[in-house]
């Protein structure tokens, strides 16, 4: 009789739970009504405290007049509405900013709210460690000098942080614009040094050291910083001009020696010497009663003087006016 019982009791609770689940709704809210996608970004800054940004998104199943709220506690204290919200063309709140939080080592607890008269709407809440959440900005006071003779100093100082750490705390990446690579400077230093003959164009981002309290993530790039000269190019209208000069100096050479008749002269072949015993074993008694003329072999020789005389001049002329563009150019370059 009392196990009877006991099953009817049993029974009886399952369907008042059911009967009670379906008259009121679960008071957590309906599922999937909740903000999606919630994150936040600590800025700090130099003469005020710092800032928190959150966003979120609306959840999948939240009715078309569901509002959002954000609520921010830290340990123990009394929970603060966020007081400046971000609506979307809705009207619906899918961000809201603090404009001066307490960062440090603790966590916080940030809660985002929903109401409805359609549906309970589900809380989104999330304990982060605000320090964890910090953007860090660009470096500060960003300097290039370049009175010294061979090369330009960029200086620069570190960035504020919210748990205002030691400046050994950072370290940097030089981004180079011009040829698109980086540089990672890990040692502990805040100027570098670049060539003057070099232009740059460069941006500067912070990073924390590992054993520091600061986010991992790399913080803003600065603006960007341009020094520095382009080197001279190559004088290409200069060689242009000089190649040009030489053909035209050529040509007229090359027609000069023609209406005078002086090519024919130059680019004749050379004479050979004749072989006089061969000539002598011909004709032994002809070589002897008709010896050889000194005057051919005077003008034979005269022709070989005037073709060398006449190669040389050419040699020295193109020479010279080889001479003469390579001295422009390195003028030019200098």
Request: net charge neutral; glycine share 4%; hydrophobic share 35%.
């Amino acid at each position: 009789m009392a196990a009877n019982l006991q099953c009817i009791y049993i029974i009886w609770l399952i369907v008042l739970c059911s009967i009670l689940h379906f008259a009121f709704p679960n008071e957590k809210g309906t599922d999937r009504t909740s903000a999606q996608n919630f994150s936040c970004v600590v800025k700090s800054y130099t003469f005020k405290g710092p800032s928190m940004n959150c966003t979120w998104k609306a959840g999948k199943e939240a009715p078309k007049d569901t509002q959002y709220f954000l609520w921010l506690k830290y340990n123990t204290d009394e929970e603060i509405e966020c007081p400046h919200y971000i609506s979307d063309k809705f009207g619906r709140h899918i961000g809201c900013y603090f404009l001066n939080v307490t960062v440090n080592g603790d966590r916080v607890d940030l809660t985002v709210n929903g109401s409805s008269e359609e549906s309970p709407i589900q809380p989104s809440s999330h304990s982060p460690q605000p320090y964890l959440l910090e953007k860090l900005g660009p470096p500060r006071n960003i300097t290039v000098n370049c009175e010294e003779q061979l090369y330009c100093t960029v200086k620069w100082k570190p960035p504020p942080s919210s748990l205002r750490v030691k400046p050994d705390c950072f370290r940097y990446q030089i981004k180079d614009e011009i040829r698109n690579t980086y540089q990672n400077i890990t040692e502990q230093v805040s100027f570098k040094n670049y060539s003057k003959g070099v232009r740059q164009r460069l941006r500067i981002r912070t990073r924390k050291q590992i054993t520091c309290p600061l986010t991992d993530e790399f913080g803003e790039w600065s603006e960007p910083i341009e020094f520095g000269t382009d080197p001279s190019p190559f004088p290409t209208m200069l060689f242009i001009f000089v190649l040009a000069g030489t053909i035209i100096i050529s040509l007229a050479l090359v027609l000069a020696c023609k209406r005078s008749h002086a090519w024919k002269k130059i680019i004749a072949p050379v004479p050979q010497p004749k072989d006089i015993l061969k000539q002598y074993e011909k004709n032994m008694e002809k070589a002897c009663m008709d010896p050889l003329s000194t005057t051919a072999e005077d003008e034979k020789i005269t022709l070989v003087e005037d073709m060398t005389v006449n190669k040389e001049i050419l040699f020295y002329i193109s020479e010279a006016m080889l001479n003469a563009f390579w001295f422009q150019i390195i003028n030019y370059q200098s």
